[in-house]
Nanobody, 121 residues
Framework: QVQLVESGGGLVQAGGSLSLSCAAS????????MRWHRQAPGKQRELVAS???????NYVDSVKGRFAISRDNAKNTVYLQMNSLAPEDTAVYFC???????????????WGQGTQVTVSS
């Protein structure tokens, strides 16, 4: 079992910055990809950014150049630095990791509880 604890988020004015973090814990966890998703009211959840164990990153077009995902493998923690925030970035942000109990075991997806990000205009 993997537990995810998110922190960060809150209320910020447009143009401001926020940083999210998500720490994974559990016995003998091997994490491959780490991701941030978000869900705005009345909209479907969307993948915002992802990072592989090797550090390769991908972003949804709407956040490219503004958001940066990173990870600390020693701490099993993923971060999302969000700059130049806009009202349309308002959503609940969810951390998601794909992990297994050993390097060759089946991987499963685990989700954080979500953290609210609100950007005022």
């Amino acid at each position: 079992q993997v537990q995810l604890v998110e922190s960060g988020g809150g209320l910020v004015q447009a143009g401001g910055s926020l940083s999210l973090s998500c720490a994974a814990s559990g016995d003998r966890i091997y994490i491959s990809s780490m991701r941030w998703h978000r869900q705005a009211p009345g909209k479907q959840r969307e993948l915002v950014a992802s990072i592989t164990s090797g550090g390769s990153t991908n972003y949804v077009d709407s956040v490219k150049g503004r958001f940066a995902i990173s990870r600390d493998n020693a701490k099993n923690t993923v971060y999302l630095q969000m700059n130049s925030l806009a009202p349309e970035d308002t959503a609940v942000y969810f951390c998601n990791v794909r992990a297994a109990s050993s390097p060759y075991a089946i991987q499963y997806d685990y989700w954080g509880q979500g953290t609210q990000v609100t950007v005022s205009s």
